[in-house]
């Protein structure tokens, strides 16, 4: 799903909830082997004819509170964090009303603000000069040796995070992944025997 958000990003240049909607739609129907039940039952609902903007609703009402906060939709925000990055009030209510597409419940709607500003966010060591250059672990109480407390390590590598100048071009690379349903996975293209 994360993959048919990330398609649609770039396809449409921004989230556009019915194209998203349409490729997890075309995902579905080529029959993935996991698919959490709340996910199954709203993309069921919408693809037997209802409303795409009222599927996830009429499923949390049915079913009430106390079974319909799947952590479906958090697995595929991701990419909204980084498509956004640079927006983070926009971002906090995209991510909402992306999660509330196959998860109304508020809980779930929140868990995916969450994890999409987080993505939306540099990694540790990531400078805003874009140096990559390391930050030193801050020293404190938790630093003394203590007996069963290990000490910092080293200091932390270097690691080149999400650059938000080269996240959209990455999201739109994705469009040549390949069709839904090729491969043995669904993944990518299907590999030539010869």
Known sequence: MARNLARSLARRG????????????????????????????????????????????????????????????????????????????ELRDLAGRLSALTHWDERCRTAGVAVALAAALPPTGWHASGTGAPSRPRRGPWSRSRPGVREPGPEPRGIPGPDPRTAVPGLAGIRGCGDHGEGADGWGPTRSSG
């Not at 609703?57 to 939709?73: K, L, T, Y």
């Open 14 to 89: 921004g989230f556009d909830p019915a194209d998203v909607v349409a490729e997890h739609l075309a995902w579905f129907a080529t029959g993935p082997p996991d698919v959490g039940n709340l996910t199954r039952r709203v993309l069921s609902r919408i693809a037997a004819g209802a409303p795409w903007t009222e599927a996830a609703r009429r499923v949390w009402e049915e079913r009430g509170p106390e079974v319909s906060a799947g952590n479906g939709s958090v697995m595929c925000c991701a990419p909204l964090g980084l498509a956004y990055a640079r927006r983070p009030g």
